[in-house]
């Protein structure tokens, strides 16, 4: 199911002219209550009753009744009139009530509205009452009135229990709110009451009495099969939320769609039949519609005939329609699921489901199944539906609330039949749609209200302009809106040429002419200004006159109205050419959508309308110059080849050359190797790129293609970049030119560079001898250094060290190598990756055996060498080559009696020891403070006689200097403490 209804909406072929306004919103006529009363909830339901042309509505809210009022339409459209008037059903008194127990409960008188030309029928669903002999069962039973001008009661089951308490059914089937979903079937003259709570149940009776005594869908009767459908209604819940008539199945008979939920919370949807009863004569009874025998289920294990919807709380059915949306004569079933959530994010989004009509045995099949779906969060789209053909084109538009869309304003969607119809129930592709990717839509929101769309009601054509006006109720601000609509016309435009069907060379212009034609698909009185604008793409070619006016005013005219005009186009060349001329008819709607008087004879443009129209002109050439001659060459940005990792892009341009005559039909075929091919000026094809030529490539002129081929991760690998080009002078016939550029590549084989590194070692007797390990390893290291931005793939990299018998063993670090050794040397065969501006490090180990050392010396040492052979291409021409040797140094190691260096080192320290031993001892016996306090004195009796000469000759400067003598009586010497020899001595 979920792969099902996975595709959305992405495009689909519509007509250039869009009908997205049916409504003419400036001119809305607001309805509202008697100012002077208290009322609630006023829009909450309506109905139109087209006998006295009144909109019946619904405020349940209002008091603890309820209230219903009744709009006169006529007085309203004429005099622009706002108030509605309340309908006196006196409940007192028709229907006695008792609120000993619920003293605060609202009836809900209103919450549902059916209507007929002579009456309507309305319903207070919570109305309560104390059963006769009964007390204990005081609950909300639900009665229901008629009003033709006088209220009277209905004969509900309660009702009839009050009468003769004898005939009581079960309680739990009476009680539970009966009303809360009300319709009339005129056609069938069936008149059906929902009791949505507790056990389920639907009411019926014959619509031209309505006051005949209901019969119930599971009441038991004479009728065995209702205690059948008793037991199996038990299972669901709000059975009657939503009721719908409808012709659903091909077998031409009108059925009750009736919605409910399961006690999971999922949606379902059952379907009533209305059949002659085999017991009373001439007396229609509903039934639940099982299977047929035909359909092939036995007769014992009939199933009812449901649509069930898997999503949990979804509020499947909580609003239902019928509309035949593809004009097969058989009625889709449209169903609101308000609390869906998207798709993709978001609560509450809302949706619509559309079952296609068909054969009864197939209803859930996928391919009968439509959806779509809103995305605003908390909108609750599909709270009402409606559909009617507002534009004429017998396709009924769908209307659609959101009644909760922004934060509680509401919006009102007008879907477009014709596009609904294209889109969803003839097209094979699309199962699912986004609302908001629908381009034929009108949305109507008025933020001065709340829950705007939260009822709709369609009236019939008020003003004779040939389509129907629509209610919105909004209860949440006690309102009704009425909304006039704009009719329809059918816009056809067409142009042909004048004359002779072809253009001659030496002709210096040629006409075509023009032609509209407008058809009011209803046959009623229009007005409307068209502009054709025309145009003529070609060389050398140009029109006089490029704009055309049209305007027609009609009057009563159902045939069709055609308005040509000639249009004259210029030439100024006698070359042989190809020319396209178009013509595009567009009206001025922004005129209509802003005016704020609503005038009868607009019209708007059907969606079947074709408002543009282009066809093609010739000029033929004679001979065999009328054949093209194309060639193609190409020009590099580069010499005579490419060098690798010179720059991230390669661009070439094909030049495609005509030296014939002009060439309409031309193309190339591309097909390119040795790089990526990041962007191109044509089409992107399986079998290559496929390139038209401009139509048309006139003689002499050139076409280019450019090229860009990604070249910014080279390999190694890449050898050429090929382009080979197939030419189609006609792009349908097999005749062909091959072509062929090769741009071959180069690699700077100089960035990869080839180091190496050896680290020698020397070894004693003592570590010969050392017996916990028996081998020591000598490492040859190598670098292999790409220093250049090409990536080097599966190089061949070759590693040989020489035996040698102290050798045991012998290692490579790099991974993926293969041992192929020989008896004179270790050969490992590596294949190798080099990333750009990379080093990798291959390491050569020697494990050599320390027994074998000493018997292999030669000249007191080993010699260990090994040779790296690097082959940069598979056919080893381009090859770099490195040798590395290593020593293996051995020496012996003396006594301590045979090393006289290390005995006087040993002497020395010693001595150095006993002489540091002998200045301490002296040290703290003071030997050294008595001549330097000696030394001391005499330095500080020469610094005081320098210091008292300089302050002598200082006080003689300054006195010079001021010109005044300065005498020094103080009795204290300034001493210089920065003196050296006077801070050792206060150290001292």
């Known amino acids: 199911m979920a792969e099902f209804y996975s595709v959305l909406l992405t495009t689909v072929w519509l007509p250039l002219v869009l009908a997205s306004y049916y409504f003419h919103e400036p001119s809305r006529i607001i309805l509202k209550p008697d100012p002077l009363k208290d009322h609630d909830t006023f829009g909450f339901s309506m109905g139109y009753q087209d006998g006295n042309a009144s909109l019946i509505v619904g405020a349940p809210q209002s008091n603890l009744i309820g209230k219903v009022f009744q709009c006169d339409l006529e007085d309203i459209l004429k005099n622009r009139a706002e108030f509605c008037n309340d309908v006196n059903i006196d409940v007192d008194n028709l229907a006695p009530y008792n609120r000993n127990y619920?003293?605060?409960?609202?009836?809900?008188?209103?919450?549902?509205?059916?209507v007929t030309s002579d009456y309507f029928f309305t319903c207070a669903p919570l109305w309560t009452t104390i059963p006769i002999n009964?007390?204990?069962?005081n609950f909300s039973y639900g009665t229901c009135f008629t009003y033709n001008g006088t209220a009277q009661r209905y004969s509900g089951l309660i009702e009839n229990h009050q009468l003769n308490p004898d005939s009581v059914h079960p309680f739990n089937i009476m009680f539970g709110g009966t009303g809360w979903r009300t319709l009339i079937d005129e056609v069938n003259e069936m008149l059906l009451v929902a009791k949505v709570a507790l056990v389920g149940d639907v009411v019926y009776m014959n619509s031209?009495?309505?006051?005949?005594?209901?019969?119930?869908?599971v009441a038991k009767s004479k009728d065995t099969n209702t205690d059948l459908h008793r037991e199996y209604l038990k299972n669901y819940r709000l059975f009657g939320n939503s009721i719908v008539a409808g012709n659903f199945f091909d077998n031409g008979m009108v059925y009750y769609a009736v919605s409910a939920i399961t006690e999971s919370m999922e949606g379902i949807v059952h379907f009533l039949k209305a059949r002659f009863s085999k017991s009373e004569k001439n007396t229609k009874k509903i039934y639940m519609q099982k299977a047929s025998s035909r359909s092939g289920v036995a007769r014992s294990k009939k199933k009812y005939i449901k649509i069930t919807d898997n999503t949990v709380g979804s509020m499947f059915g909580?609003?239902?329609a019928a509309a035949d949306l593809n004009n097969d004569g058989v009625s889709e079933l449209l169903v609101g699921a308000p609390a869906q959530d998207g798709q993709e994010s978001g609560s509450e989004t809302g949706a619509i489901h559309i079952y296609l009509g068909g054969d009864i045995s197939s209803i859930n099949e996928n391919y009968r199944h439509r959806e779509i779906v809103s995305s605003k969060d908390s909108s609750r789209f599909g709270s009402a539906i409606a559909a009617t053909d507002v534009d004429a084109d017998d396709l009924p538009e769908i209307f659609v609330s959101a009644p909760y869309e922004d934060d509680g304003v509401g919006a009102v969607y007008i879907l477009s039949g014709y596009e609904i119809n294209k889109t969803l129930i003839n097209g094979e592709k699309y199962k699912r749609i986004d609302l908001h990717?629908?381009?034929m839509i009108q949305t109507i929101s008025m933020k001065e209200f709340k829950?705007?769309?939260?009822?709709?009601?369609?009236?019939?054509?008020s003003n004779d302009n040939g389509c129907d006006e629509l209610a919105i109720g909004a209860p949440g601000s006690n309102h009704i809106v009425l909304m006039k609509c704009v009719s329809a016309v059918n816009i056809t435009v067409s142009a042909n040429l004048v004359g002779a069907k072809i253009v001659q060379e030496q002709d210096s212009n040629f006409t075509v002419k023009v032609c509209v034609s407008v058809k009011h698909l209803k046959g009623k009185n229009f007005s409307i200004e068209l502009k054709a604008s025309n145009e003529i793409i070609g060389t050398g070619a140009m029109i006089e006159v490029p704009q055309t006016n049209f305007q027609w005013t009609i009057t009563g005219n159902t045939k069709e109205e055609i308005r040509c005009e000639d249009v004259v186009v210029r030439l100024n060349d006698n070359e042989p050419g190809e020319y396209s001329f178009s013509t595009k008819v567009e009206m001025d709607e922004e005129k209509i959508k802003k005016s704020d008087n609503f005038n009868e004879s607009w019209v708007m443009v059907s969606p079947q309308s074709l408002m543009d129209f282009n066809f093609e002109v010739s000029r033929h050439c004679t001979g065999r110059d009328c054949d093209p001659n194309l060639n193609v060459t190409i020009e590099w940005t580069v010499s005579d080849y490419y060098q690798l990792g010179t720059s991230d892009t390669l661009s070439p341009v094909l030049q495609v050359f005509n030296s014939g005559n002009s060439s309409f039909e031309s193309c190339v075929l591309v097909h390119v190797s040795g790089a990526p091919v990041s962007q191109i000026g044509c089409g992107d094809k399986s079998d290559g790129y496929k390139c038209y030529m401009p139509r048309p490539l006139r003689r002499n002129a050139m076409h280019?293609?450019?090229i860009v081929f990604n070249v910014s991760q080279p390999t190694n690998q890449q050898k050429e970049l090929r382009i080979q080009v197939s030419l189609f002078e006609f792009c349908n016939q097999p005749n062909v030119k091959e072509f062929e550029f090769v741009l071959p590549y180069k690699v700077d084989v100089d960035k990869i560079v080839l180091k190496s590194s050896g680290h020698g070692q020397t070894i004693s007797d003592v570590e010969i001898k050392d017996v916990r390990e028996e081998s020591i390893n000598d490492a040859h290291e190598y670098l292999i250094v790409n220093e250049g931005p090409v990536t080097w793939n599966d190089i061949n990299l070759m590693i040989a060290i020489e035996k040698r018998p102290f050798i045991q063993t012998y290692r490579v670090s790099t991974y993926g190598c293969k041992d192929i050794s020989n008896d004179q040397s270790a050969l490992f065969e590596c294949s190798l990756n080099l990333r750009p501006h990379a080093i990798v490090k291959v390491i050569a180990t020697s494990v050599i055996q320390k027994s074998k050392i000493v018997e292999n010396l030669k000249d007191?040492?080993?010699q260990v060498a090994s040779h790296l052979t690097l082959s940069l291409d598979h056919n080893n021409t381009v090859v770099r080559k490195t040798n590395l040797t290593t020593f293996i140094i051995w020496q012996k190691e003396l006594s301590l009696a045979q090393n006289k260096q290390l005995i006087i080192f040993l002497a020395v320290l010693g001595a150095l020891v006993a002489l540091a031993l002998v200045i301490f001892i002296l040290y703290k016996m003071e030997f050294f403070k008595r001549k330097e306090k000696t030394r001391l004195d005499a330095l500080k009796k020469e610094h005081i006689r320098r210091k008292s000469i300089k302050r002598t000759m200082s006080e003689d400067a300054n006195e010079e200097d001021l010109d005044m003598e300065v005498e020094d009586d103080s009795p204290f010497e300034i001493v210089d403490m920065s003196d050296p020899v006077l801070q050792q001595e206060s150290k001292l």
């Open 102 to 114: 619920t003293p605060n409960l609202k009836f809900n008188l209103g919450a549902s509205i059916a």
């Open 134 to 137: 009964n007390p204990s069962k």
């Open 208 to 217: 031209s009495n309505p006051l005949e005594k209901v019969r119930s869908l």
């Open 318 to 320: 909580a609003a239902m």
């Open 437 to 439: 990717k629908l381009r």
């Open 451 to 461: 829950t705007f769309g939260y009822s709709l009601q369609k009236i019939p054509d």
């Open 704 to 706: 280019t293609i450019p």
């Open 860 to 862: 007191g040492k080993l």
